[in-house]
């Protein structure tokens, strides 16, 4: 870790005063994090143009709201993969949230189920999957409990991972495609980047360690050690007969992908640019949900992250073909800041935030935004 690291500070215990919308946990988070895992948390890849992009983006598109339309009794259920949910919101999957706060994923999956919403568990937990199934599944009011894979040079193993979580009760698998190698993350680089001791990816322990290359100086790392072990199209068969649970892929960006997915019969896509880590000069996903909106049509729901951080950035979302979003860094920054009860927090404040531009739009229900809330789509 860089020299210039500073000691973390600990997490408050309520909601400080201060913070009555998402981006006010930023600065809080940042006086209680050191270099090291603020680099992790807040960073994005190369010059982070796309980080930026994504939030200018929502800020670009204009609402034009409805007015003198009947709204008593609305509300913002939505249906996904079978279920009714309370409201559009789930905790994207983030790895390492010890880094934030000694409980971590717990932490995050308690206040996701207190507040009714979706909770994505990254393969890199630093949280047991079973100790977090626990936890939350018999919240008779929780939201749904899925689990985030990366496909492993070890194909058994990725197996295993699967038939894990959905012993623990997951119910469902989110397969990230957008990332088989890492972004070029400058500000992780700068921070001279290390997991403390106490921090690790304890899902992936038993990981067969990958055999190593011998590369010729002519040969690429990235081609010729990285490539060989990435997933493709012709696996998700095989990845699908391993599990009953319904599978998404996370990071599905060009709506010929879309297309393939519809024709492998996957059950869902997230929209997704890895919030900037991977990609950057990427395109922002408001630009490309109604692209993908378009490419699917009906045939599976789609989700979306990547900025999202007012009840007005959702609304728009759903607009544009969104089914529900997924929310990181900022329940990140709460989770830092004063932990479950932070990330908590974040969470009722975007659904109070929604209703407020549902109600202001004229739209009594998600199913009633639509693009007509706008005069133009990028």
């Known amino acids: 870790m860089s ?4 000691p973390r500070v600990p997490a408050l215990e309520q909601v400080p005063a201060d913070v009555v919308s998402l981006p006010d946990y930023a600065a809080h988070a940042r006086a209680r994090l050191d270099d090291n895992a603020w680099a992790y948390l807040a ?3 190369a010059d982070e143009i796309t980080l930026r992009a994504n939030r200018a983006a929502w800020d670009h598109l204009a609402l034009v709201p409805r007015v003198l339309r009947r709204l008593a009794g609305g509300h ?3 249906q996904l993969l079978g279920r009714t949910l309370a409201h559009p919101l789930l905790l994207a999957p983030v790895a390492y949230q010890r880094l934030a706060h000694p409980d971590g994923e ?3 999956a308690h206040a996701a189920a207190a ?5 994505i568990l990254s393969a890199q937990a630093s949280v047991l999957m079973e100790d977090v ?3 939350v ?3 008779a009011d929780r939201g749904p409990l899925w689990f985030q894979l990366y496909m492993q040079h070890d194909r058994g193993f990725t197996r295993e991972l699967v038939q894990r979580a959905e012993a623990s009760g997951y119910e469902a698998i989110v397969l990230t495609v957008d990332a088989p190698s890492h972004g070029v993350r400058d500000r992780e680089r700068r921070a001279g980047l290390k997991l403390p001791a106490d921090v690790s990816a304890v899902n992936l322990a038993a990981l067969p360690k990958a055999p190593r290359t011998q590369l010729t100086p002519s040969q690429s790392w990235v081609f010729d050690a990285l490539m060989p072990d990435a997933p493709t199209w012709d696996e998700i068969d095989t990845l699908r007969s391993h599990t009953r649970l319904p599978l998404l892929l996370k990071g599905v960006m060009h709506p010929e992908d879309a297309r393939e997915a519809v024709r492998q019969r996957v059950d869902g896509l997230i929209v997704s640019n890895h919030g900037g880590r991977t990609l950057d000069t990427a395109a922002p996903t408001a630009w490309v949900l109604p692209r993908i909106a378009d490419a699917v049509g009906d045939a599976l729901p789609l989700l979306v992250d990547g900025g999202i951080q007012r009840g007005t950035d959702v609304l728009k979302a759903l607009a544009l073909g969104a ?3 997924l929310i990181g860094r900022p329940y990140m920054h709460a989770l830092a800041t004063c932990g479950a009860i932070g990330v908590a927090h974040v969470l009722r404040v975007l659904r109070d935030e929604l209703e407020v531009a549902m109600a202001l739009c004229g739209c009594a229900n998600p199913a009633e935004a639509t693009r007509e809330l706008f005069f133009d789509v990028p």
Do not use: M
Not at 3 to 6: H, Y
Not at 115 to 119: H, I, N, P, V, Y
């Open 3 to 6: 020299g210039t690291a500073r």
């Open 115 to 119: 507040q009714g919403a979706g909770f």
């Open 76 to 78: 913002t259920r939505v």
């Open 43 to 45: 960073g994005g890849a």
């Open 323 to 325: 089914r529900a979003v």
């Open 133 to 135: 199934a626990r936890a």
């Open 106 to 108: 717990l932490a995050s």
């Open 137 to 139: 599944l018999s919240d």
